[in-house]
């Protein structure tokens, strides 16, 4: 009865599921009405570390970015040009001078998912619109500065379109999953014993309140009384005896009517 009672409003929710409208499918990113960058670190030895970051103005800063992004790092401003990224994501571990005589942090930008372009100002003069990406590498202070590796599906999945469902088809998925986790209860409507079996029922263990006996149906079951040998049936042996003793007394009763008519 329980698991019944939990499926009835599980089914009614289903019904209603059915007939509420469902909103269309629209990119995770509209829907939140927000847009995203990427972050792309390259460090000397080659390994890389990737953010998708989200922001709701028009455009973001390329300092703004790195702050939202978690990844660590300090820098120093040079006038106009802005601020210099001097260390990021602990490469280098110390530094004297920003940028470094033998290495320094390259910055790049792409624009709309193109290719890499090297900045020609600093961290916190670039500026980045939704869908760009921001990239940088750390590269040897001679030569020149290699482009970081893509930006290509670091934020695919902030802009893929998720389905939307109503919220009578969530509640009515939530109600059948715990219904069906729900394991069946156990009948435990107690009965009443006679007042002949207390004796026998408190001798089980079985609690006896107001001279009778309270059973639960998780207690054994009595085995069934085994029939005497030869197979007869305890009644029928009962109800030939009483016959027997009745004929018994009918025959004495004959002959002591015959004996007075003598």
């Known amino acids: 009865m329980r698991r019944l009672a939990l499926l009835l409003p599980a089914a009614i929710l289903a019904a209603l599921a059915s007939l509420a409208p469902v909103a269309q499918a629209v990119p995770a990113c509209a829907a939140a009405g927000s847009h995203h960058a990427a972050l792309v670190v390259e460090h000397g030895d080659g390994s890389v570390v990737s953010r998708c970051v989200a922001f709701s103005t028009a455009a973001i800063s390329g300092e703004e970015l790195l702050n939202r992004s978690g990844v660590a790092?300090?820098?120093?401003?040079?006038?106009?040009?802005?601020?210099?990224?001097?260390?990021?994501?602990?490469?280098?571990?110390?530094?004297?001078?920003?940028?470094?005589?033998?290495?320094?942090?390259?910055?790049?930008?792409?624009?709309?998912?193109?290719?890499w372009q090297l900045a020609n100002v600093g961290i916190s003069t670039l500026t980045l619109h939704d869908g760009d990406a921001l990239g940088v590498r750390?590269?040897?202070?001679?030569?020149?500065?290699?482009?970081?590796?893509?930006?290509?599906?670091?934020?695919?999945?902030?802009?893929?379109?998720?389905?939307?469902?109503?919220?009578?088809?969530?509640?009515?998925?939530?109600?059948?999953?715990?219904?069906?986790?729900e394991p069946p209860a156990a009948d435990m409507t107690p009965t009443t014993a006679p007042a002949g079996a207390i004796a026998a029922v408190a001798a089980s263990g079985a609690p006896v309140v107001g001279g009778e006996a309270t059973l639960s149906a998780d207690l054994p079951s009595q085995a069934p009384i085994p029939a005497p040998p030869g197979g007869l049936d305890p009644g029928l042996l009962l109800a030939a005896s009483v016959g027997g003793g009745l004929a018994g007394l009918a025959i004495l009763k004959l002959v002591a009517g015959r004996r007075t008519g003598q």
């Open 73 to 115: 790092w300090s820098s120093q401003t040079f006038g106009g040009f802005g601020a210099a990224v001097c260390a990021l994501d602990g490469e280098p571990a110390h530094y004297v001078d920003c940028p470094g005589k033998d290495r320094y942090w390259a910055v790049f930008a792409a624009r709309g998912g193109a290719s």
């Open 138 to 181: 750390y590269v040897p202070a001679s030569g020149s500065a290699a482009a970081p590796v893509s930006a290509a599906g670091v934020c695919a999945a902030a802009a893929a379109p998720t389905p939307r469902r109503s919220v009578a088809a969530s509640a009515a998925a939530s109600l059948a999953a715990s219904s069906a986790a």
